[in-house]
């Protein structure tokens, strides 16, 4: 045999080991859950919060918390955490959102904290819709706020496009996870390989309330571009926040995340008569 054909060979050989074990392993790249005792205590100091449990139709508990504002509720805001740890340690971030009159719900997706059940991408859309339905049980829809952070953003996205929340807010998102995974494998066929591909792109053509996406220009993991590139699928619903300096887990620490977290929660929709705005002016240095 010649030495080039042995080569090829030991290459497609090795290529397609690769790619099963790509396939087979993506669970624990994607995911860094940590696990709790069911009869684990949360605890968060100076906040109001109660625990519960969903029941899935196929058998899982969905784990989650409900913090409380002060006052009286302006709604509830379904915060959708990222791809490590569990609501103990993201609990500390509802503060952001009850201090401004609302209600937060985190929870645990499949296999994180107290949550149980096999995970697949379809198995945690189900859960949260049935999360989604639950809050529409308690409140009505235009009290709904969805946040999505980092991997979030995409179970989010899909959630907004199948229901009528009030706004969708997407922290540090990506264009698709196979999108990001590409990054760092750009010559495996993960199109084929991926099994929670989430097309974020293609779930925000679908959603009709009002977009905001908040990111950071120095997100060395999923890169800001990516945020201005979301913001052009569905452009007459989005507004793009830029977090100057922000990187993908430290937007919190910056005074203008904040703020502008601030103004859209209190944002409400606005219209203006473009006939009276220079709309259809056109830029010529030919004319004064």
């Known amino acids: 045999m010649a030495y080039w054909v042995s080569t090829f060979i030991t290459i497609v050989i090795i290529y397609i080991a690769v790619s099963i074990a790509l396939y087979y392993l993506q669970d624990y790249m994607l995911f860094k859950p940590e696990k709790l005792p069911k009869d684990f205590q949360f605890n968060y100091d100076n906040q109001k919060f109660e625990e519960h449990n969903l ?5 899982a508990i969905i784990n989650g918390i409900q913090f409380k504002p002060k006052g009286e509720s302006k709604g509830v805001v379904l915060y959708l955490k990222g791809n490590s740890k569990s609501i103990k340690g993201w609990g500390k971030f509802a503060v952001d959102f009850t201090r401004l009159g609302y209600n937060v719900l985190m929870v645990d997706y499949r296999g994180f904290g107290k949550s149980t059940g096999r ?10 819709q049935e999360v989604y339905n639950k809050l529409k049980e308690l409140t009505t829809e235009d009290r709904i706020i969805l946040y ?7 179970f989010a996205a899909k959630l907004a496009s199948m229901n009528n929340p009030r706004m969708l807010i997407l922290d540090a998102p990506y264009y698709s996870l196979t999108k990001v995974t590409a990054r760092y494998a750009p010559f495996m066929p993960l199109s ?15 959603v009709q309330c009002p977009i905001h996406i908040i990111h950071g220009t120095h997100d060395k993991l999923i890169p800001y571009k990516t945020s201005v590139k979301l913001s052009q699928v569905n452009p007459k619903l989005t507004k793009l926040h830029t ?18 977290l601030e103004d859209i929660i209190r944002s409400k929709p606005k219209s203006i008569d473009l006939t009276t705005t220079s709309i259809n002016v056109n830029h010529s240095s030919k004319k004064a």
Do not use: C
């Open 243 to 260: 977090v100057i300096g922000g990187g993908h887990k430290d937007l919190n620490n910056f005074e203008s995340y904040h703020l502008m």
């Open 55 to 59: 029941e899935t139709r196929d058998g």
């Open 148 to 154: 999505g952070r980092s991997l979030g953003s995409g």
């Open 119 to 128: 995970r697949s991408q379809k198995a945690i859309k189900r859960d949260l």
């Open 192 to 206: 084929l390989l991926m099994k929670y591909p989430l097309p974020t792109y293609k779930w925000l053509k679908y």
